[in-house]
């Protein structure tokens, strides 16, 4: 099935009703990529018309979350970007957890906002428990959302291939993973600290009920969206940070054009972005 031919009108007709709806842009660049996905949703429709198909997933919710799984494209893997989780585990997480044990909250919440298929809160949960002594006595609580359901879902079962742990030490493999052929099991120790939630960034009203977290983790998400929803998931991030928490982004995403409201803090492995 050869894509259907998307005029400019169309294009930015479906360009920004999914920037309406879930803060994700498409340029110029993504029209094919669009036209492709446009297609076989209309052909397996019967629809013709793209103006039909934009009426449809704009009174259907679940014919729009769909069409939104179809176009978010998963791309994670276990320990991505070292050098930063390297800075969390041995220069921030102990200075927090010092701080908590001060105060007798033995409390520790991580968000992993665009969380795909769910390495990032397993690599997470991984860290704490090699990083935490007695971490039995710990109320430990990783939250990882997305926006696509499929990748939830992928991440609740916690069956990776040789690609997505590539980069996991080979003492880490076998002591937190169970080898099955070509697969790997994430063990319960690892998985109990995680739970997985559908969340659309850009949902104001549901954004205003994430409060409480200690460190944020949303790495190479923003960069799909445009600025102005950008700034605005950023703010809903601040407020969701207790005091003191941290905030991280991807290695070519930037705070400070988004937001003045964070404290740069200088650390032995590298920068960080503080709620003062």
């Not at 498409?26 to 036209?35: H, N, T």
């Not at 003492?171 to 559908?198: A, N």
């Not at 944020?216 to 005091?243: G, M, P, Q, T």
């Amino acid at each position: 099935m050869k894509p259907i031919v998307l005029s400019r009108g169309d294009f930015e007709l479906i360009r920004n009703l999914i920037n309406k709806k879930t803060g994700i842009f498409f340029d110029e660049r993504k029209k094919y990529f669009l036209a492709s996905r446009l297609s076989t949703h209309m052909e397996n429709l019967g629809l013709s018309s793209v103006r039909d198909y934009w009426y449809l997933i704009n009174t259907d919710p679940q014919e729009l979350s769909i069409f939104i799984e179809s176009i978010v494209i998963p791309e994670t893997y276990f320990f991505r970007d070292y050098p930063q989780l390297k800075m969390f585990a041995e220069d921030i997480l102990p200075l927090v957890c010092e701080e908590k044990k001060k105060k007798i909250n033995k409390t520790l919440r991580i968000w992993s906002a665009g969380c795909s298929t769910g390495e990032e809160p397993y690599t997470l949960s991984i860290i704490l428990t090699e990083m935490i002594d007695n971490i039995g006595s710990w109320n430990i609580d990783i939250l990882g959302t997305d926006i696509n359901r499929e990748s939830l879902k992928r991440g609740q079962e916690a069956i990776y291939g040789l690609r997505s742990i590539k980069d996991v030490p080979l003492e880490y493999r076998s002591k937190y993973f169970i080898s099955r052929d070509s697969y790997y099991l994430v063990k319960p120790q690892i998985k109990k600290f995680v739970r997985f939630s559908y969340l659309n960034l850009t949902d104001n009203l549901k954004m205003q009920t994430m409060r409480g977290f200690d460190f944020i983790f949303c790495r190479n998400v923003l960069i799909y969206f445009d600025n102005e929803s950008s700034k605005r998931v950023i703010s809903h991030f601040y407020d969701a940070l207790n005091k003191g928490g941290y905030i991280f982004l991807g290695s070519s995403e930037s705070i400070s054009r988004l937001s003045a409201a964070f404290k740069l803090v200088k650390f032995k492995n590298g920068l960080a972005y503080m709620k003062a």
